[in-house]
């Protein structure tokens, strides 16, 4: 039973252009999302995050879009860049940040020259 | 600038072997989460624990599986008598108090011959 879906194993975008990562969820009691970056042989990255009392959160080239109705998010990458190239995980809690993390299967974002 | 510090990054096991996985969480971190990540998965949520305390175990498998996190010292992940089917990547996670994000380790690569 997967609570957290990304449902695009893979996104080729080019340099300059705009990412768009999208995560659907299904339990409603998740009140808090996030955001992780993952290269190869690392740990998950911090990225960004939002509260579901929010529907938009912003850091920088990083945005994140959360709908609450329809049980999705999304987080736009703009302009994306080559170093973006990596795996992308959205990942829920159901209490604030410090609770268990339910994530997602992960996208690999591929951002050509 | 510690951050989430684990070693070993690579560990080789033969079946029926012990495997002690240990996180050192950030400066001030008093929370320690362990992932569990197979192939082509995401991240699974295994154990969530403050000092001397298991605040929730409910992902860890019924046997076999423990993990600790004393006064003093590291955060250990305990796997008796491996199977190749704990061959993934486990990865530690430590957060300062409530509401705070969940910062990641490198990770150890746990391979069972």
Redesign the interface.
């Known amino acids: 039973d997967q609570q ?1 879906k ?1 449902n695009s194993p893979s996104l080729s975008v080019q340099e300059g252009r705009i990412s768009i990562l999208n995560c659907d969820y299904t339990n409603s009691m998740f009140d808090y999302f ?1 955001w ?1 970056k993952k290269y190869p ?6 990225l960004i ?1 939002i509260s579901s009392i929010k529907d938009k959160n912003e850091d920088g080239r990083f945005t994140v879009f959360l709908n609450k109705s329809a049980k999705h998010l999304s987080l736009h990458i703009v302009p994306s860049q080559p170093g973006d190239s990596a795996v992308y ?1 959205c ?1 829920a809690s159901a ?12 996208t690999k974002l591929t951002v050509n020259p | 600038n510690a951050g ?1 510090m ?1 070693n070993p990054r690579h560990l080789v096991r033969r079946r029926g072997q012990e495997a002690r996985l240990r996180c050192s969480p950030m400066k001030g971190h008093s ?1 320690v ?1 362990w ?1 569990r990540q197979l192939p ?6 295994m154990v ?1 624990l403050q000092k001397e305390n298991i605040i ?1 175990e ?2 860890m498998p019924k046997e076999r599986f423990s993990a600790e996190f004393p006064k003093e010292g590291p955060s250990i992940l305990r796997i008796q008598q491996v199977v190749r089917g704990d061959s993934a990547a486990y ?1 530690c ?1 430590s ?1 300062g ?11 150890t ?1 746990l391979t069972v011959l």
Do not use: C, M, W
């Not at chain 2, 082509?40 to 949520?45: A, D, I, P, Q, S």
């Open positions: 957290v990304q996030l992780y042989a690392e740990g998950p990255t911090f995050s995980f990942a209490k604030g940040g410090s609770e268990k993390l339910v994530f997602g299967k992960g | 989430v684990q929370h989460y992932y082509e998965e995401g991240l699974k949520f969530y929730d409910s992902g990865f996670a957060s108090s409530i509401d705070n994000e969940q910062f990641f380790g490198p990770g690569r």
